[in-house]
């Protein structure tokens, strides 16, 4: 089982969602901790190791350091939604 490391990013997020929506992110997020690259996992292009998974409307963007068995938690937000790239290009700059 892989580490996960983030989860404070995450619970920041899901405070402001309802409560059903919050549990569905939150289980696909303590999921990728069994497995980190699920068959829903798409690979950033552009961002070696960094991965997203989709849950719902909202898309969940990490990275997975297989060396370290860690999953890190980037950042979570709507899907259809531009600013998630633009936040991710901001953190990683």
Do not use: C, H, W
């Not at 992110?25 to 961002?47: F, H, R």
């Amino acid at each position: 089982m892989a580490k996960l490391d983030g989860l404070e990013t995450v619970l920041d997020f899901l405070k402001r969602l309802q409560p059903k929506i919050a549990a569905q992110i939150a289980k696909k997020v303590l999921a990728l901790n069994v497995d980190p690259l699920p068959t829903d996992s798409k690979q950033l292009s552009g961002y070696p190791g960094y991965y997203r998974v989709d849950s719902g409307e909202y898309r969940i963007v990490y990275r997975f350091n297989p060396n370290q068995d860690l999953v890190e938690v980037i950042l979570v937000g709507k899907r259809n939604d531009d600013d998630v790239y633009k936040r991710l290009e901001r953190l990683l700059k």
